[in-house]
Each structure stands twice: as structure tokens, then as C-alpha cells.
């Protein structure tokens, strides 16, 4: 424990020392929990997740690779279980969305402003490659007491994004990412306990709306 605060404290200092702008983040979607290898019966269906939270977007100086750190909170519940009423998740996540601009890569952004010069898609468009760890609490609530789990989730994801600036201080970003977990180790067996099997993955389909503040005296 004292070492992942000394590396969350040390992350913090670091983002405070770099030179850029603040920012919100939201997203939702379906989650589609994948059936665990002997385990056919076990079914998660009808998920949907809500989260968002604050963000801070920092670039490398000389090239159009741009990150935009999320700390998010976020909301799932499933009322189409097979060995439960419902599923109630509630997470807190370091989302690391990295941005890369293929048509503009070696540019300066000339942010928020480029959509007023006629390159809209070729300096806004961008791939999104998006790591994100999370510590996830759950809720099965059962017929009987409710069963509670916790632990620690990683997914990685991959899509794209449009930028679109708004006026000279605020840009809008709306993207689609589709990310898979890689450590889920949660299943609730028909006795009312919770099973360990890393054979089980979820899937999410994500629409993302990024919110980015630009300070009118700063250029990048």
C-alpha cells in the first residue's frame, strides 16, 4: 500500500510540473462480460456503464503525440444475471488516453483555433490508444444478503477522435474506443460465493466526449 501511494504521489508531482491545460472527461457504454471456460451457465447481460472526471492534456513540444491523464468515476449496474437480481460496480480509474495525429504529426496544433483555417480534419483527427487502471467494488444483491467483491482491474483500448474546436479557449473531442480487460476476477457462483477465474474478460464499446480548456495566453 505505501508503495502505490508513493507512486501516485510521484505521478501527481510530475503532472504538476508540465506545461498544460485542464479538461473533462466522460464516457458510456455497453460492457460485455465474456462466459468463463466451464462455467456456461454464467451470464452478465444488459450492461451499461456511465463515468467522468477531471483531465489534464500535456504534448511532446515538437511532435503531435498528446496525452490527456482522467481520474473517473465510474457506474455499472446488470439486471440480467443468471445466479443474482442484480450487479451494482462502482470503480475508480487513471484513464491515459495518448493521442496521435497522422495527418499532422510533425506539426505544430496551433490549438484550438485550426478549424477556422480550413484544416479541420486533417489537424484534428487522431488515434487513441488508452491504458487504464482501475480498483472496481461490486455488488451481486441475491434473493438472500447481498455478496460484495473488490479488486484491481486493467484494460487497454484503441480507437479515434475529431477535435473541434469551439472558440480560442475551449475545444470539444468526441472519439469511439473499444477496450478489453485483461484481469477481470469476478465470478458469483450459484452457492452465493465469489470465484476467482481470469478466464473471464469484459469488453466495452465507448463513446468519449473530452472537454479541453486553453489559458488565451498559451500556444502550443
Known amino acids: ?27 458510456s457504454g455497453p460492457v460485455l462480460f465474456s462466459i468463463p ?6 451470464q452478465i447481460k444488459n450492461a451499461i456503464h456511465f463515468s467522468g472526471g477531471p483531465a489534464y492534456w500535456f504534448r511532446i513540444k515538437s511532435r503531435r503525440i498528446e ?11 446488470s439486471s440480467n444475471l443468471t445466479n443474482a437480481l442484480n450487479l451494482k460496480e462502482t ?9 496521435l495525429y497522422p495527418m499532422d504529426f510533425g506539426n505544430d496544433c496551433n490549438c484550438p483555433t485550426f478549424n477556422k483555417q480550413g484544416q479541420f480534419f486533417k489537424k484534428g483527427f487522431h488515434f487513441i490508444i488508452n491504458p487504464k487502471l482501475g480498483y472496481i467494488n461490486q455488488v ?13 482491474l486493467f484494460s ?23 477496450s478489453k480487460s485483461f484481469n477481470d476476477a469476478f465470478l458469483l457462483k450459484d452457492n452465493r460465493t465469489i470465484e476467482e477465474d481470469l478466464s473471464l474478460s469484459r469488453y466495452q464499446a465507448n463513446l468519449v466526449l473530452r472537454f479541453l480548456w486553453y489559458q488565451r495566453k498559451k500556444r502550443y
Open 1 to 27: 500500500m505505501k508503495i502505490r501511494l508513493n507512486l501516485l504521489l510521484l505521478g501527481i508531482l510530475l503532472i504538476s510540473k508540465l506545461n498544460g491545460q485542464y479538461g473533462f472527461h466522460i464516457e
Open 67 to 77: 496525452f490527456n491523464p482522467a481520474i473517473l468515476l465510474d457506474y455499472m449496474k
Open 140 to 152: 451481486f444483491e441475491t434473493d438472500a444478503d447481498p455478496v460484495k467483491n473488490n479488486g484491481i
Open 37 to 42: 471456460s466451464g462455467n456456461q451457465n454464467y
Open 91 to 99: 470503480q475508480l480509474n487513471l484513464s491515459i488516453p495518448i493521442m
Open 156 to 178: 487497454l483500448g484503441a480507437g479515434a477522435g475529431i477535435d473541434i474546436g469551439i472558440n480560442k479557449t475551449w475545444t470539444f473531442s468526441p472519439s469511439f474506443i473499444f
